[in-house]
Every structure is written in C-alpha cells, then in structure tokens.
C-alpha cells in the first residue's frame, strides 16, 4: 500500500502584486461603492469593479444605515492594508 503525504505552509504569504495594491486603493475610497435596494426590501453593498462599469454585489444588509456601515468598514479594512504595505508598524519599544 502506498501514502501519498503533501504538507501546506500557511505562514506564507503570496506575493502582493501591482494590480492587488491598485485595487485595494479603489476600494478604499468610498466614491466607488453604491448601496441599492432589492425587491425583497434589503439593501445590497456594491463596489465598482477596477477600470471597467461593472457593479460587484458584496453584501446585503436590512437597512440602509447597516449596508453604510458595512461599506466603511470595508474602506477601513481595505487601508489598513495598504498602511501594512509600508511595512511593520512600532507599537511599543523597550529600553
């Protein structure tokens, strides 16, 4: 009988490309989300898609003030990335 064992690393990280951090950028300014309103009542978060018109559905919220919330946490989330990009960020150093 033959065992076939493969092993996975998820410590690394692939490497951050170009067309990555670009897309992070236009999804960290708020004028390229849209929130609309479905027919069942809900309210969807959408995100304009990189150099193109086309709108991406991200979530789907009761009401408006939560599908807001959750666009400006998206834009938080999408520049602490790019505030990662420059490296690691000191909290506390010792003498």
């Given at each position: 009988m033959t065992y076939f064992y493969k092993t996975h690393s998820w410590s690394s990280q692939?490497?951050?490309?170009?067309?990555t951090i670009n897309e992070w950028k236009h999804l960290s300014k708020k004028k390229n989300w849209r929130i609309v309103q479905l027919p069942n009542g809900f309210f969807q978060t959408e995100h304009l898609a990189v150099n193109s018109n086309i709108w991406s559905d991200v979530t789907r919220r009761e009401t408006i003030e939560a599908a807001e919330a959750s666009i400006d946490g998206s834009i938080?989330?999408?520049k602490k990335r790019l505030e990662f990009l420059k490296g690691p960020k000191v909290v506390k150093t010792f003498k």
């Open positions: 692939p490497p951050i490309t170009e067309q938080e989330h999408y």
